[in-house]
T-cell receptor, first 114, second 113 residues
Framework: KAGVTQTPRYLIKTRGQQVTLSCSPI?????VSWYQQTPGQGLQFLFE???????NKGNFPGRFSGRQFSNSRSEMNVSTLELGDSALYLC?????????????FGPGTRLTVL | KNQVEQSPQSLIILEGKNCTLQ??????????LRWYKQDTGRGPVSLTIMTFSENTKSNGRYTATLDADTKQSSLHITASQLSDSASYICVVSAQQAGTALIFGKGTTLSVSS
């Protein structure tokens, strides 16, 4: 079974621009969660989509948004980029339900904002 | 406030030695606790997941324990190898609809020869 894929792997943008990141979950998984990882804050939860609906949301500003398509693929968008948005963005897929609902992470997209 | 605290922040050990990493949490209502291993530049990989009723779980040389009463967990690594050098992250899931995880900041383990 193919793992979680994220594209692009690396991205360089300038302040004020917007960016879209993509995540393809493991086949059969209906939940996709997005996380931001920085050296200072560690991993922080952005949001979770399940069957095309946002099911949970972390404490990030409205500049961060996402969506999920009918094939469970998900995109995350960040508008009006700030220097502080430089981070590793990880997505994780899971069945979305069940006792453990184990999450499998992708390799991440490294975003650098100049 | 839901929080996960890990200690130590970093650790250096010799190859072949054992070590134990600690995790304290204040997440309520508790659903499950996970330990992840993250190699530099890669996504985290799950090592163990434990629910309220499970107090120990092993995955090869990794053994996790959970004390739900004191809200503490530990990850014990036996006979360390150079490939164990990584960040180990404790993650707690709160009981609610969906998958909302609270992450610790991790313990960076360096295994030297």
């Amino acid at each position: 079974k193919a793992g979680v894929t994220q594209t692009p792997r690396y991205l360089i943008k300038t302040r004020g621009q917007q960016v879209t990141l993509s995540c393809s979950p493991i086949s059969g998984h209906r939940s996709v969660s997005w996380y931001q990882q920085t050296p200072g804050q560690g991993l922080q939860f952005l949001f979770e989509y399940f069957s095309e609906t946002q099911r949970n949301k972390g404490n990030f500003p409205g500049r961060f948004s996402g969506r999920q398509f009918s094939n469970s693929r998900s995109e995350m968008n960040v508008s009006t980029l700030e220097l502080g948005d430089s981070a590793l963005y990880l997505c994780a897929s899971s069945p979305g339900q069940g006792k453990y609902n184990e999450q499998f992470f992708g390799p991440g997209t490294r975003l650098t904002v100049l | 406030k839901n929080q996960v605290e890990q200690s130590p922040q970093s650790l250096i050990i010799l190859e072949g030695k054992n070590c134990t990493l600690q995790c304290n949490y204040t997440v309520s209502p508790f659903s499950n606790l996970r330990w992840y291993k993250q190699d530099t530049g890669r996504g985290p990989v799950s090592l163990t997941i434990m629910t309220f009723s499970e107090n120990t779980k092993s995955n090869g040389r990794y053994t996790a324990t959970l004390d739900a009463d004191t809200k503490q967990s530990s990850l014990h690594i036996t006979a360390s190898q150079l490939s164990d050098s990584a960040s180990y992250i404790c993650v707690v899931s709160a009981q609610q609809a969906g998958t909302a995880l609270i992450f610790g900041k991790g313990t960076t383990l360096s295994v030297s020869s």
